[in-house]
């Protein structure tokens, strides 16, 4: 008997009562995908890859750690010197975070200056939020894990935030600890939930491609595939492309993890924790240094109802929760920043205004710079960052005249450039 | 007409390797807390390269027993890691038996003293932190195993520590009991200045200076902190060439695989 006739035959046998042959073949490699893709739109399979690596050697640590305020750091400290391989796993871990993040906030970036999140793709974008929100929590508390100095004191900020929510604030932060400070229980509980949420944003991710493949991706012209001129099956064009992306984006983690591997780390957390003694300069990874600089911006009390830590917390949430709203508050038609000559240059500004944040919330309140105090700046930023959203999008999408589209995507192609494709093309996309 | 791919991939690639050289240069300066700067010195182990200078660990760690251990333990390490050192097992039993090790309980309950082997820990100096602090002033001198990663500047850090302790400013006042220090944050110190010249005779005959003794025990600590570092660095190497191979094989892949579509549609991407 031939072995291939074997396999086929099997193959059709499962697919005709369990279809999964054939949903893979359709979502994975017939998947119609725009043609014009940049590599902008890589990261967010980079992104999946990411996380793969960050549960794959997750769990391998977790056999070796000990999740208890007396063990902890010696478990790390064993699985960097005892554990064959276990810097190698522990390096790939604690870069793969921060990695994770570059992906995911290149991912965002893009979506954002594309116009990723407009109709019909706004559920799409509403759970790309989820999974942000839900990769800080997993993120915070995988930090806390080593119980180094910067663990303890970044666990005691975080969650003490919560005791500004009023009257029951104080109930709320015991019962987050576990107790009346952070100790074993809050440790054991971030360790279980850290194990946990990895596993949800799996089920969000998966959620997430459901809601991409029923439209498709976006594009960097961002008007709608006019007919199968316009896309192309993901495999083999995407496969190899992502497959060419994801080695650079390995020479880069890897080059972190073997040369590098303390670069984005902070020298604290090899201290272990001490209830007793505060660190000078307590910073979150710098992946939270924008989100809290906009906490510490506000210091002042809002109309004599919020109080300045209320305030400041419900900013640093708001800040991920005005995403939600993007859909709805930009109403321009055109989706990329290609043919919006005034957002173009306001997306940018956000984003310097995103670097501004971080590099303010890494430096302590009260120093300045050039004579001008870092809280100003840190509260001008968090000004725009708000009015980016509320009133610079808004408005732009109502005063903006946007470009001439180009009328499908394989027009600009075949015409070798988009902007002045289409004299005839309406500046609006119906969506 | 070169793609908008070709262009794309190489700058990714450039901004990939100027990532990587600028972490292989190291940073210009090194910042210590309160805005100090640290001279920075030459290591063996700097850069993509560099390792261990085994006759600099092996004084280093002679200028730990012999000053350091007094009051630092070495938590993290036992006598079994200093192999990597170069010692041979005898030596390293050697080493170990002049250790004093508290074990137990014996069979009637007691604990008892022991000469160190080749599993055990270096021995904390002090029972506890109480005692610690106790015999120093109320400072507790902390372990030393991971000092080169728990503060900014590592091993430039500790050899400038180890050779800043000067004469204060006159308009700076120095608590009793402290020792001002150029480099340590604040620059009142609770430790004396532990190491002037000749403090060991090192066994290799090399000039036991400060400058010297300070950077030898800078060197062992880092070490200690990092002790898979040559693992790590030696492994790196071949990780990254075999990416890079990877990279321009599916860059290669992908060229082929988009040129009929680029055929179609004329030139760009």
């Given amino acids: 008997m031939n072995w291939k006739a074997m396999i086929s035959g099997t193959v059709e046998w499962i697919d005709y009562r369990l279809p999964i042959f054939t949903f893979m073949n359709h979502e994975l490699t017939e998947y119609p995908t725009p043609r014009n893709l940049s590599y902008w739109w890589n990261f967010g399979s980079l992104a999946g890859i990411a996380l793969v690596i960050m549960i794959a050697t997750g769990i391998m640590l977790a056999m070796q750690y000990t999740p208890h305020v007396d063990h902890a750091f010696d478990s790390v400290e064993r699985i960097m010197r005892d554990v064959n391989s276990g810097w190698l796993l522990r390096y790939l871990h604690s870069n793969g975070g921060s990695f994770f993040f570059i992906v995911v906030y290149i991912h965002i970036l893009r979506g954002l200056y594309y116009g990723s999140y407009k109709k019909p793709r706004e559920i799409l974008w509403i759970l790309g939020v989820v999974i942000l929100i839900l990769m800080m929590a997993t993120a915070f508390m995988g930090y806390v894990l080593p119980w180094g100095q910067m663990s303890f004191w970044a666990a005691t900020v975080i969650t003490n935030l919560f005791s500004a929510v009023p009257i029951i604030g104080e109930a709320i932060v015991t019962w987050l600890w576990g107790g009346f400070s952070v100790d074993n229980p809050t440790l054991n509980r971030f360790f279980a939930l850290h194990y946990l949420l990895p596993f949800v944003l799996v089920g969000v991710i998966f959620v997430h491609l459901w809601a991409l493949h029923r439209f498709g991706s976006n594009n960097p012209l961002g008007i709608d595939a006019k007919g199968p001129q316009d896309k192309i099956p993901f495999h083999p064009y995407y496969t190899i492309k992502d497959s060419f992306g994801l080695a650079v984006f390995l020479v880069v983690y890897l080059g972190f993890v073997f040369f590098a591997p303390n670069y984005m780390g902070h020298p604290d957390n090899y201290i272990p924790a001490n209830p007793l003694s505060t660190p000078p300069h307590i910073v979150p990874e710098w992946y939270f240094l924008p989100y809290y600089a906009i906490l510490r911006a506000i210091d002042f009390n809002f109309l004599w109802i919020v109080p300045a830590k209320l305030g400041g917390v419900i900013l640093m949430f708001g800040s991920i929760m005005i995403l939600f709203l993007l859909p709805w508050l930009d109403r321009s038609p055109v989706r990329s920043a290609r043919f919006r000559p005034i957002y173009k240059w306001f997306f940018w500004l956000f984003f310097l205004d995103c670097l501004i944040l971080g590099w303010i919330g890494a430096n302590s309140p009260d120093g300045n710079f050039h004579g001008i105090p870092f809280l100003l700046i840190g509260q001008l930023a968090t000004l725009y960052y708000f009015g980016h959203f509320l009133v610079v999008i808004p408005a732009i999408s109502l005063l903006e005249r946007p470009k001439p589209l180009p009328t499908s995507i394989s027009q600009p192609v075949l015409q070798g450039g988009g902007a002045t494709a289409g004299a005839g093309a309406k500046p609006m996309e119906k969506a | ?235 790196g190497i071949w990780v990254i060439l075999f990416f890079l191979f990877v990279t321009g094989v599916t860059y290669a892949s992908k060229k082929k695989i988009w040129a009929d579509l680029h055929k179609d549609d004329g030139s760009k991407e």
């Fill in chain 2, 1 to 235: 007409m070169k793609t908008l791919a070709k262009s794309a991939a190489r700058s990714a690639t450039k901004y990939a390797l100027g990532a990587l050289c600028g972490l292989m240069l190291g940073t210009a300066s090194v910042q210590a807390a309160e805005g100090v700067k640290l001279p920075e010195q030459d290591w063996s182990f700097d850069g993509v390269l560099g390792l261990f200078d085994r006759a600099q660990l092996q004084r280093g760690l002679q200028v730990y027993r012999e000053v350091c251990a007094g009051c630092h333990g070495l938590r993290y390490i036992a006598f079994r890691n200093l192999a990597d050192l170069q010692y041979n097992e005898d030596q390293i039993k050697a080493i170990a038996s002049e250790a004093i090790i508290v074990d137990g309980p014996d069979d009637e309950g007691e604990m008892f003293e022991r000469e160190g082997r080749l599993p055990d820990y270096f021995p904390s100096p002090f029972a506890n932190d109480k005692a610690a602090a106790a015999s120093n002033n109320g400072a507790v001198p902390p372990d030393l195993s991971l000092m080169a990663k728990a503060r900014f500047g590592g091993a430039d850090y500790i050899h400038a520590l180890l050779t800043g302790y000067e004469e204060a400013p006159a308009d700076f006042e120095v608590l009793e009991g402290l020792s001002y220090n150029a480099y340590f944050p604040g620059h009142q110190i609770a430790m004396a200045q532990p190491l002037d010249d000749d403090a060991v005779e090192y066994a290799d005959g090399t000039e036991a200076s400060l400058d010297q003794m300070a950077r030898d025990v800078a060197a062992f600590l880092t070490w200690t902190a990092e002790p898979k570092l040559e693992a790590r660095k030696t492994a």
